[in-house]
T-cell receptor, first 110, second 116 residues
Framework: GIQVEQSPPDLILQEGANSTLRCNFS?????LQWFHQNPWGQLINLFY???GTKQNGRLSATTVATERYSLLYISSSQTTDSGVYFC????????????FGTGTRLTVIP | DTEVTQTPKHLVMGMTNKKSLKCEQH?????MYWYKQKAKKPPELMFV???????INESVPSRFSPECPNSSLLNLHLHALQPEDSALYLC???????????????FGEGSWLTVV
């Protein structure tokens, strides 16, 4: 199956700092989503971004499909940003079944 | 708030019990999914239903039995589970079962399952 690797695996930030999370994938994809999983297990959609750039408040994401990577930017981090960030992709052919990356665990300290 | 609702949120069951997890969505989506997530691991796909038909079974043991009574409901029947099946079970839905522009997948809050 498709390989999805995220970096860094763990990240600790001071409140107010900025960060960049990276997702590398091994095959062409037709769906790429970024999720934030909160401490209660809820997976919250951040972006649907198989290509291009999107912004939503303090968060933005860029996917360069030809080079098989995506970046998630978090600016002015807050303690509520803590949790695990997952990148998930599905392949160009076949059903819309998402394969999840290894995740980045973010801790924002006051 | 999620538009995919899962019940129960927590379930403790013995290895000889039969129980079910339920999932409901009212977004008019025609694809529904079950994922399993172990502690400190990413979610792993179990089943995909597209237009109420099972389209993907990721080699899941038969002690897990999915059911899609209609386009809004998805059940996961559990029987003779093992302690290693303890995990967070996540239901999700999307507009269709095939990839394409705008086919965002939405997740419920999950059901925490403990097998004793």
């Amino acid at each position: 199956g498709i390989q999805v690797e995220q970096s860094p695996p763990d990240l600790i930030l001071q409140e107010g700092a900025n960060s960049t999370l990276r997702c590398n994938f091994s095959d062409s994809v037709n769906n790429l989503q970024w999720f934030h999983q909160n401490p209660w297990g809820q997976l919250i959609n951040l972006f649907y971004i198989p290509s291009g750039t999107k912004q939503n408040g303090r968060l933005s994401a860029t996917t360069v499909a030809t080079e098989r990577y995506s970046l998630l930017y978090i600016s002015s981090s807050q303690t509520t940003d803590s949790g695990v960030y997952f990148c998930a992709v599905s392949r160009r052919t076949g059903a819309n079944n998402l394969f999840f990356g290894t995740g980045t665990r973010l801790t924002v300290i006051p | 708030d999620t538009e995919v609702t899962q019940t129960p949120k927590h379930l403790v069951m013995g290895m000889t019990n039969k129980k079910s997890l339920k999932c409901e969505q009212h977004m008019g989506h025609r694809a529904m999914y079950w994922y399993k997530q172990k502690a400190k691991k990413p979610p792993e796909l179990m089943f995909v239903y597209s237009y109420e038909k099972l389209s993907i079974n990721e080699s899941v043991p038969s002690r897990f039995s999915p059911e899609c009574p209609n386009s809004s409901l998805l059940n996961l029947h559990l029987h003779a589970l093992q302690p290693e099946d303890s995990a967070l079970y996540l239901c999700a839905s999307s507009q269709s079962g095939t990839g394409g522009i705008g086919n965002t997948i939405y997740f419920g809050e999950g059901s925490w399952l403990t097998v004793v």
